[in-house]
């Protein structure tokens, strides 16, 4: 079956401009994961979601950046007021469901985002 | 959660077996260790999940000593396919799931 798709698969904005990064789970998983990478380092844990609600977002590194979920399927992510800090390949990742019993998360193939 | 060590980069040769090892002296009683696989412009995919002695699954080996300080992922003759980066992760099966990465090992495969 389908695995979970990215849009767009590259970004470039300009230093201060607004983003959405959108993110289609399988179909069926309840968590939603968001994990931002940069180069050389492994993936970086910024907000999880059980169903439509927010578990976690304590990887959210400042007020300029929101995701909502609001069906329980699809998933944005908002960058406000980017930076060229921001630089980064945003993964998206769901999984069967969150918590109890490990289940496996599956990525998608991310999007890389330029700020310049 | 626990710390995970593991080798920067390590070189191969195609047909090769290849032993990863991470170590995790902290690690605690209820933690399991997983091992994902990141090949370049991709996500990272799930390889292996254990908790002590061995798993072995179609792609991978994971032995885990009695101590569980240390395990390693072992991968029966490589193929250039992969390369890639290979990360040890070590956390509480029943947590909330969110994945804590280091830099992981940098495989190089060649012919």
């Known amino acids: 079956g389908a695995g979970v798709s990215q849009t767009p698969s590259n970004k470039v904005t300009e230093k201060g401009k607004y983003v959405e990064l959108r993110c289609d789970p399988i179909?069926?998983?309840?968590?939603l994961y968001w994990y931002r990478q940069s180069l050389g380092q492994g993936p970086e844990f910024l907000i999880y979601?059980?169903?439509?609600?927010?578990?976690?977002d304590s990887g959210l590194p400042n007020d300029r950046f929101f995701a909502v979920r609001p069906e329980g399927s699809v998933s944005t992510l908002k960058i406000q007021r980017t930076e060229r800090g921001d630089s980064a390949v945003y993964l998206c990742?769901?999984?069967?469901?969150?918590?109890?019993?490990?289940?496996?998360?599956?990525f998608g193939p991310g999007t890389r985002l330029t700020v310049l | 959660l626990a710390k995970t060590t593991q080798p920067i980069s390590m070189d191969s040769y195609e047909g090769q077996e290849v032993n990863i090892t991470c170590s995790h002296n902290?690690?605690?009683?209820?933690?399991?260790i997983t091992w994902y696989q990141q090949f370049p412009s991709q996500g990272p995919r799930f390889i292996i999940q254990?908790?002590?002695t061995k798993v072995t699954n179609e792609v991978a080996s994971l032995f885990i000593p009695a101590d569980r300080k240390s395990s390693t992922l072992s991968l029966p003759r490589v193929s250039l396919s992969d390369t890639a980066v290979y990360y040890c992760?070590?956390?509480?099966?029943?947590?909330?799931?969110?994945?804590?990465f280091g830099k992981g090992t940098k495989l190089s495969v060649k012919p």
């Open positions: 990742a769901s999984s069967l469901r969150g918590g109890g019993e490990y289940n496996e998360q599956f």
């Open positions: 179909s069926g998983h309840t968590a």
């Open positions: 979601f059980q169903g439509t609600g927010a578990a976690d």
């Open positions: 902290n690690i605690a009683t209820n933690d399991y």
């Open positions: 254990g908790y002590k």
């Open positions: 992760l070590v956390g509480d099966r029943g947590s909330q799931g969110n994945l804590i």
